[in-house]
């Protein structure tokens, strides 16, 4: 079951340490923390680091593209292993829909090998740049979390590196224990070295799309509770820049997967061509410049003028097609569109709500936002269903990720108020997610994930990373502190 | 190495914190400067051999603000072997490093007709040789991530070698140059290299037997403003306070003939 690497161990070179002392940010760029990289190609490297930290008393941080809002994947002062250099697809079968990747492959090298053989990954995160080992350790969720579960629910089985040296395969029958925890472990029990997922047959290369406006946060709630359950995808836009009786006004999207027969040229729609996101605008202006321009609307004045013009543009009740790229992957229309945000960056604050509570705390909360001048520029809900990972953010309910741009003199304000947030959303029974949320403490942790859950992951900690060499300022926040 | 297990509040997008070290911190102007940069808002490891009044001036800090904004490193820097550990250890305990701060520093006042090598040893040792095993560890971390800043506290002895104590300026003298070489490695890499040269600070040096007659002497605190503010405009060489400026100018550019013949 567990095999040592011991006998295949390659002989690493030590690497020099100080050389590889880099900068590493978070995706909204309001974090720094300096870290000894390194890139490893094979499974056996991952091993000498681990022997690297243990000789040099540091820690160790799996890094796959970075993208979370949050401290999730840096190591401040200690080892990050950047593994977006194991990214080969192993095996690929068209005819069962199985993928054998390493953790480094991104979504977008996933579903542009096997899309136009009909198959898309069962869950995706709205950016593709998200790299599969990132995705397994936060177990991301798409628009079709209420349908579909997260990303764990389609893994088959994975292998993965425990800081002892040892290789462990898990799948839901095998060291099943194991693979509900590593996934969505945060990589603080061992580094996966392969995945293999069940991916989704698709006859089309698009989606039917159906668009509806909410007139106020009931209906908003209302809509994503009945739309959910017989919809493939449902996610919602909320204007969270505007209160009053129209307060949690926005739009519900909602798509279906096409049949065959409803498509009348499938073999056209599934090429790759006709899934690749324009590069330019008006098919003229170029989209890799296009956050420049953006950032002297990234404040309260221009990003109001955005969401009351997305919402005018929404009240048209309408039903249009579009392929699968460009209804999932709505972050990467604009690349860098976070570094818009300016110097401060930015972060996301997402909360997940039972059904029953969600509109009271909601209403409390993006009421407070507003008070106090400090909105958030883009909010975004999505319906939900409980899993069975050990960390999990999911329950049966809603979830509500705000943005929130970081100045220098908008911090202490903007810590206080996510604070009480965070009051609020405990009181009504709610979770966190740990790819999103930045300032979530120990004792907010503690609270939502239960003593019980706690005890459980560290026991397995103990027993997967007896030296605690796995550590990331993320689990150093949530769980140390 | 650490007097205690480190417990630094954890940085978040709304919560950044700056890490620093300073070497030689429970000194007169060391203690000020520890002070006056967690005012700043840093989170700083203090590294001295004193282990009683490093631990005082942390417990100090510490209750002032209620929360861990420093924490205590015991090394002496003549150990220059121990240097690479110390500094990966403190950079791990802080979650990275944007600040370098050497301000420890010894000085023996001969006689006028007194010739020391013991004591010029020592001054060598602390004033420039742990600076050099400490920076050469810095400086290779702060160039590969292409930031940072080094603060190495000289003197304005190091700019002539004078009748009082050739000992001394040369330590002086001598780091002065090092981290004037440091500077022309670093600079195009985004590292910032600060040479700081006190003139007279009122601190136990200058009770010393020997030591000279305090000429515009300023408090350590007032020393320990000059070089945050150094700090934050990211100076390169900076005098303090700055009437050493025009006095060292006129001194660096006295002729040797008639230099040889005076009395400073």
């Given at each position: 079951?567990i095999?040592?690497?011991?006998s295949?161990?390659?002989n ?9 002392f880099?900068?590493?940010?978070n ?6 923390a300096?870290s ?14 681990f022997e690297?930290?243990?000789?040099n ?6 890094r ?17 292993l950047?593994l977006?250099g ?9 005819v069962?829909?199985?993928?054998t ?10 579903w ?21 080992g990132?995705?397994?350790?936060a ?7 209420f349908?579909?579960?997260p990303i764990g629910?389609h ?10 040296g040892?290789?462990v395969?898990?799948s839901p ?18 580094i ?7 991916m ?13 406006p ?11 509770l ?26 519900i999207h ?7 027969d ?11 061509e ?13 989209k890799?410049?296009?956050?420049v321009?953006?950032k ?5 004045i ?10 005018v ?15 999932h ?8 569109w976070?570094?818009s ?9 997402q909360s997940?709500?039972?059904?029953e509570?969600?509109?009271d ?5 993006l009421?407070?936002s507003?008070?106090?001048g400090m909105?958030?520029y ?5 319906r939900h ?6 960390l ?6 809603f ?23 965070d009051k609020i ?13 930045s ?16 005890a ?10 007896p030296?605690?060499?796995?550590e990331?300022?993320?689990?150093r926040r949530?769980f140390?502190? | ?7 630094f509040p954890?940085?978040?997008?709304l ?13 007169g102007?060391g ?15 203090l590294?001295d ?28 820097v ?12 403190i ?5 990275g ?19 020391n090598?013991?004591e ?17 560890q ?7 991530k ?6 190495g ?9 004078r ?11 001598g780091?002065?140059a ?5 500077r022309?490695r670093l600079?195009?890499h ?5 040479t700081?040269?006190?003139g ?6 200058l009770?010393l037997p ?13 020393a ?14 900076v005098?303090?306070?700055?009437v ?10 006295i002729p ?9």
């Amino acid at each position: 079951m567990i095999l040592s690497l011991e006998s295949q161990r390659i002989n690493m070179s030590t690497p020099k340490l100080e050389r590889n002392f880099f900068s590493l940010q978070n995706f909204g760029h309001s974090l720094t923390a300096p870290s000894y990289v390194f890139k490893p190609k094979r499974a056996e490297e991952i091993v000498g680091a681990f022997e690297l930290a243990r000789k040099n008393g540091l820690t160790v941080t799996a890094r796959g593209a970075g993208r979370s809002y949050n401290d999730a994947s840096l190591n401040g002062g200690g080892i990050v292993l950047d593994l977006s250099g194991m990214n080969r697809i192993i095996k690929w079968d068209p005819v069962t829909g199985r993928v054998t990747a390493e953790p480094g492959v991104t979504l977008q090298q996933l579903w542009q090998s096997i899309e136009p053989e009909g198959w898309w990954p069962p869950v995706v995160s709205g950016t593709m740049f998200t790299t599969l080992g990132g995705c397994l350790g936060a177990n991301i969720h798409g628009k079709n979390n209420f349908r579909m579960g997260p990303i764990g629910e389609h893994v088959i089985e994975f292998t993965a590196i425990l800081p002892t040296g040892a290789e462990v395969t898990c799948s839901p029958n095998k060291n099943a224990d194991l693979f509900y925890a590593m996934i969505s472990g945060l990589g603080m029990l061992g580094i996966f070295t392969s995945i293999t997922m069940q991916m989704k047959k698709i006859e089309s290369g698009l989606l039917e799309v159906h668009a509806w406006p909410a007139h106020n946060l009931r209906e908003h709630l209302a809509f994503l509770l009945e739309k959910a359950p017989s919809f493939d995808y449902t996610v919602g836009w909320m204007d969270t820049m505007n209160g009053g009786k129209s307060l949690g006004r926005g739009q519900i999207h909602a798509a279906n997967y096409l049949h065959g027969d409803e498509d009348p040229n499938p073999q056209k729609t599934m090429k790759l061509e006709n899934q690749i996101l324009p590069p330019r605008i008006f098919g003229v202006f170029p989209k890799s410049i296009l956050y420049v321009f953006m950032k002297p609307f990234a404040n309260n004045i221009g990003w109001w003028g955005v969401n009351v013009a997305k919402y005018v543009a929404s009240l048209r009740e309408h039903t249009f097609r579009q392929s699968h790229a460009a209804f999932h992957f709505l972050l990467d229309y604009v690349p860098n569109w976070e570094l818009s945000y300016g110097r401060g960056g930015l972060i996301q604050y997402q909360s997940f709500l039972p059904k029953e509570t969600a509109e009271d705390a909601w209403r409390e909360m993006l009421t407070i936002s507003l008070k106090r001048g400090m909105p958030s520029y883009l909010g975004v809900t999505k319906r939900h269903r409980p899993d069975k990972f050990l960390l999990t953010h999911a329950l049966d309910g809603f979830s509500l990720a705000l943005d929130f741009k970081v100045t220098n003199g908008n911090r202490v304000k903007l810590s206080e108020m996510l604070q009480e947030f965070d009051k609020i959303v405990l009181q009504a029974g709610g979770r966190f997610y740990f790819a999103k949320n930045s300032e979530t403490t120990a004792e907010t942790t503690c609270a939502f994930l239960g003593d019980e859950t706690i005890a459980k992951f560290k026991k397995l900690k103990k027993r997967c990373d007896p030296n605690g060499l796995l550590e990331s300022d993320l689990y150093r926040r949530v769980f140390e502190s | 190495m650490p007097v205690k297990k480190p417990s630094f509040p954890s940085a978040s997008p709304l919560h950044p914190k700056l890490r620093g070290v300073i070497v030689g911190a429970s000194g007169g102007i060391g203690a000020a400067l520890s002070r006056r940069l967690a005012r700043a808002g840093y989170i700083l490891a203090l590294v001295d051999r004193n282990e009683q009044t490093l631990e005082q001036l942390c417990d100090e800090i510490n209750k002032d603000y209620e929360e861990t904004r420093v924490v205590p490193y015991l090394n002496d820097v003549t150990d220059y072997d121990s240097a690479p550990d110390a500094l990966r250890r403190i950079v791990a305990d802080l979650g990275g490093l944007d600040l370098f701060i050497y301000i420890a520093g010894v000085i023996y006042f001969p006689a006028i007709d007194e010739y020391n090598f013991g004591e010029d040893l020592k001054m060598v040792e602390v004033n420039l040789l742990g600076a050099m095993a400490w920076m050469s560890q810095v400086a290779p971390l702060f160039l590969s991530k292409k930031s940072g800043q080094i603060v190495g506290v000289s003197s304005v002895a190091g700019d002539r070698g004078r009748v009082g104590n050739p000992g001394y300026n040369t330590s002086k003298a001598g780091f002065t140059a090092y981290l004037e070489g440091l500077r022309n490695r670093l600079t195009r890499h985004g590292v910032n290299v600060i040479t700081i040269k006190p003139g007279m600070v009122k601190t136990e040096m200058l009770n010393l037997p020997n030591a000279p007659r305090p000429v515009f002497a300023v408090t350590p605190e007032e020393a320990a403003d000059g070089i945050w503010n150094a700090i934050r405009k990211r100076k390169q060489q900076v005098y303090i306070s700055g009437v050493w400026f025009w006095l060292m100018l006129v001194i660096r550019n006295i002729p040797s003939f008639i230099f040889r013949r005076m009395n400073i």
